[in-house]
């Protein structure tokens, strides 16, 4: 592939990367291409080399074998160029403890060579964008964790990077925060920013990644779109029957186990997962019943039993996760 093909299709450009830490291989022969206007997430458990790989696409860390190219520039001959097309949003919070939130924006912005009048009027969409203006001139060492990772990830986007990697930036964010920056990065991402997306919230990668990778010991497992991977490796769907509420006198439980009967006797081999208050969850394993098929028999099921509703579903993105991480060592 020449530079030119390189940089003219992908951001970002993976091939074989590989890295040792002396004998142990955190990192082994990863190969991917990322487009502008996609997020791109990366998923696995603890300590199976997301980090690691974020380090070596920055040039943190050496690349033990392999090469990254963003943009077409070889991360290895040009890195101080390449540097300059990244936003680098660390796992750990890279701030100074003791300047002020405005402080420490002015300072990344000059250092990504922002023109001096016009740091303030940045720090401070920033600080609106990501919802901390009310903190900004509070220092580091006053803030809460999740306004740190908000920081962070507000000094990701300072000088307008056009490719942004973010490492697990909602870890420790309360649910609101977390959606006004999943909000904030689907706009960044329709803007036709390259983002490259680490989590362990599997709700927040099917919100933004447009392709994700499950990664295990250092292996890329599956690549794919939400969709795909469901379709390819979820194995069944899931099923939830609520039990319509009735009068006290009558009997519950035998309600339930009719129910119960009735589905294991039209579902061979559902498996009932939870059973809380009124709330069945089954996963059916059997992936060949068509969707009419499933309606028909339920809506009948509907008028014998006391079902009030249900619910048939495609399995979760977690049930394929964790089907790929149970063999993380
Ligand atoms: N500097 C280092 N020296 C030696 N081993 C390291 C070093 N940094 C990381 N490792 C090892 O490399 C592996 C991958 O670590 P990494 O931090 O990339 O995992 P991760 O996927 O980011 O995990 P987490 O989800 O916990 O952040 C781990 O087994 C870790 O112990
Ligand atoms: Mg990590």
Redesign the pocket.
């Given at each position: 592939m020449s530079r030119y093909e390189r940089s003219r299709n992908y951001a970002l450009v993976l091939q074989n990367v590989t890295?040792y830490?002396?004998n142990?291989l955190?990192?082994n022969g990863l190969c991917l291409g990322v487009k502008p206007y996609e997020c791109f997430g990366?998923l696995?458990?603890?300590?199976?080399?997301?980090?690691?790989?974020?380090?070596m696409m920055t040039g943190d860390?050496q690349i033990s074998y392999g090469k990254v190219w963003v943009n077409g520039l070889d991360i290895k001959r040009e890195q101080k160029k390449v540097q300059k097309l990244i936003g680098y949003c660390p796992?750990f919070d890279a701030l100074l403890d003791d300047l002020t939130i405005r402080e420490t924006l002015k300072i990344f912005a000059l250092i990504r060579g922002v023109p001096y009048k016009e740091c303030k009027s940045l720090g401070e969409h920033l600080a609106h964008e990501f919802d901390f203006f009310k903190h900004m001139d509070k220092k580091i060492k006053e803030l809460s964790g999740g306004n740190k990772r908000k920081l962070s990830t507000a000094i990701a986007l300072v000088g307008d990077p056009p490719i942004i990697y973010l490492?697990?930036p909602t870890t420790g964010m309360d649910p609101a925060t977390k959606r006004f920056l999943w909000t904030a990065l689907a706009k960044l991402r329709d803007s036709g920013k390259c983002i490259i997306l680490?989590s362990?919230s599997m709700e927040e990668c099917e919100a933004l990644c447009t392709r994700l990778a499950i990664?295990v010991n250092?292996n890329f497992q599956c690549l794919g779109s939400t969709q795909r991977l469901k379709n390819k490796f979820a194995t069944g769907y899931t099923l939830t029957i609520k039990v319509k509420k009735i009068a006290d006198h009558v009997n519950v439980d035998q309600e339930i186990k009719a129910i119960d009967n009735f589905i294991q006797r039209k579902f061979p081999g559902a498996q009932l997962k939870e059973k809380y208050q009124e709330l069945l969850s089954y996963q059916l394993t059997n992936n060949s019943i068509p969707w009419s098929k499933m309606f028909g028999i339920l809506e009948k099921g509907k008028k014998n039993l006391n079902i009030e509703d249900y619910s048939i579903g495609q399995c979760s993105l977690e049930q394929v996760f964790l089907s790929f991480t149970k063999h993380q060592q």
């Amino acid at each position: 592939m020449s530079r030119y093909e390189r940089s003219r299709n992908y951001a970002l450009v993976l091939q074989n990367v590989t890295k040792y830490y002396k004998n142990f291989l955190a990192v082994n022969g990863l190969c991917l291409g990322v487009k502008p206007y996609e997020c791109f997430g990366l998923l696995g458990m603890n300590g199976a080399g997301k980090t690691t790989t974020f380090k070596m696409m920055t040039g943190d860390e050496q690349i033990s074998y392999g090469k990254v190219w963003v943009n077409g520039l070889d991360i290895k001959r040009e890195q101080k160029k390449v540097q300059k097309l990244i936003g680098y949003c660390p796992q750990f919070d890279a701030l100074l403890d003791d300047l002020t939130i405005r402080e420490t924006l002015k300072i990344f912005a000059l250092i990504r060579g922002v023109p001096y009048k016009e740091c303030k009027s940045l720090g401070e969409h920033l600080a609106h964008e990501f919802d901390f203006f009310k903190h900004m001139d509070k220092k580091i060492k006053e803030l809460s964790g999740g306004n740190k990772r908000k920081l962070s990830t507000a000094i990701a986007l300072v000088g307008d990077p056009p490719i942004i990697y973010l490492d697990e930036p909602t870890t420790g964010m309360d649910p609101a925060t977390k959606r006004f920056l999943w909000t904030a990065l689907a706009k960044l991402r329709d803007s036709g920013k390259c983002i490259i997306l680490t989590s362990h919230s599997m709700e927040e990668c099917e919100a933004l990644c447009t392709r994700l990778a499950i990664m295990v010991n250092g292996n890329f497992q599956c690549l794919g779109s939400t969709q795909r991977l469901k379709n390819k490796f979820a194995t069944g769907y899931t099923l939830t029957i609520k039990v319509k509420k009735i009068a006290d006198h009558v009997n519950v439980d035998q309600e339930i186990k009719a129910i119960d009967n009735f589905i294991q006797r039209k579902f061979p081999g559902a498996q009932l997962k939870e059973k809380y208050q009124e709330l069945l969850s089954y996963q059916l394993t059997n992936n060949s019943i068509p969707w009419s098929k499933m309606f028909g028999i339920l809506e009948k099921g509907k008028k014998n039993l006391n079902i009030e509703d249900y619910s048939i579903g495609q399995c979760s993105l977690e049930q394929v996760f964790l089907s790929f991480t149970k063999h993380q060592q």
